[in-house]
């Protein structure tokens, strides 16, 4: 048996029924922003993500500058 | 930062069999968490390994956090040899997996599909319950958010509500 065939039959039964571990995590979660990125075509859904991505980046770089200012302070 | 849609591009264009997984399957389902890299699962048939390696060569692959001047050669043969790489590339991070616990080879994951259009093009995305199912497999401490994200993201899908 090739190592493919092999991995292609790694597919171990996993259960779908509720989690009380994963459950535990659903109340802290913002239903509203869900429900809005689900109005989105698919498309705007990648290009908000895209534009958080660089914002994210953005934010990054800033807390990298004051770290290196304070660091010469 | 990934351009998704570059990276996309240039495996369509290039004809490469792949499922889109992972988080940016999960944002294609809705989600509002951010991810940092685009995973995909490939075909391994020769032809396949072959057009993947054409797609990608342009864009300097290279192993994700691998000291610098590792001999890396990325062509079919490589990716024969091997299955699953996580690469750096000059369009961001793109893990290439030929096989995922809980979902398997491509086509294994293919019947858990669907066929969107993504930017003008067709894409195949591993639909919502096989990413719930392939994430709880995982079994990954740090998927919990994710998983009880994606599953009232369903839980949505099959309830009416104002949009």
Same mark, same amino acid.
């Given at each position: 048996?090739?190592?493919?065939?092999?991995?292609?039959?790694?597919?171990?039964?996993?259960?779908?029924? &509720?989690?009380?571990?994963?459950?535990?995590?659903? &109340?802290?979660?913002?239903?509203?922003?869900?429900?809005?990125?689900?109005?989105?075509?698919?498309?705007?859904?990648?290009?908000?993500?895209?534009?958080?991505?660089?914002?994210?980046?953005?934010?990054?770089?800033?807390? /990298? /500058?004051? /770290?290196?200012?304070? /660091?010469?302070? | 930062? @990934?351009?998704?849609?570059?990276?996309?591009?240039?495996?369509?264009?290039?004809?490469?069999?792949?499922?889109?997984?992972?988080?940016?399957?999960?944002?294609?389902?809705?989600?509002?968490?951010?991810?940092?890299?685009?995973?995909?699962?490939?075909?391994?048939?020769?032809?396949?390994?072959?057009?993947?390696?054409?797609?990608?060569?342009?864009?300097?692959?290279?192993?994700?956090?691998?000291?610098?001047?590792?001999?890396?050669?990325?062509?079919?043969?490589?990716?024969?040899?091997?299955?699953?790489? @996580?690469?750096?590339?000059?369009?961001?991070?793109?893990?290439?997996?030929?096989?995922?616990?809980?979902?398997?080879?491509?086509?294994?994951?293919? %019947?858990?599909?669907?066929?969107?259009?993504?930017?003008?093009? %067709?894409?195949?995305?591993?639909?919502?319950?096989?990413?719930?199912?392939?994430?709880?497999?995982?079994?990954?401490?740090?998927?919990?958010?994710?998983?009880?994200?994606?599953?009232?993201?369903?839980?949505?899908?099959?309830?009416?509500?104002?949009?």
């Amino acid at each position: 048996m090739s190592s493919d065939q092999q991995a292609s039959q790694q597919i171990v039964p996993v259960s779908l029924a &509720p989690d009380p571990v994963i459950d535990a995590y659903k &109340p802290g979660i913002d239903v509203t922003l869900l429900r809005k990125n689900l109005s989105l075509s698919i498309d705007e859904r990648l290009d908000n993500h895209a534009a958080l991505q660089e914002f994210a980046r953005e934010l990054r770089e800033a807390g /990298r /500058r004051h /770290r290196a200012s304070a /660091r010469q302070a | 930062m @990934t351009n998704f849609k570059e990276l996309l591009g240039t495996l369509r264009t290039n004809g490469v069999e792949f499922v889109l997984v992972g988080g940016m399957a999960a944002i294609v389902h809705g989600s509002s968490r951010l991810t940092e890299d685009l995973d995909i699962v490939y075909r391994r048939t020769p032809e396949n390994m072959d057009r993947l390696a054409r797609a990608l060569s342009p864009h300097q692959p290279y192993l994700r956090g691998a000291p610098p001047g590792l001999p890396f050669q990325w062509d079919a043969a490589t990716i024969q040899r091997g299955l699953n790489f @996580t690469l750096d590339t000059s369009l961001g991070q793109i893990d290439i997996l030929g096989d995922i616990t809980g979902g398997g080879s491509y086509d294994a994951l293919a %019947p858990h599909c669907l066929s969107l259009e993504v930017y003008g093009m %067709p894409c195949l995305v591993i639909n919502l319950e096989r990413l719930i199912y392939v994430k709880r497999a995982a079994g990954r401490r740090k998927d919990m958010d994710a998983i009880a994200e994606l599953e009232l993201l369903r839980d949505q899908a099959n309830e009416p509500h104002e949009q």
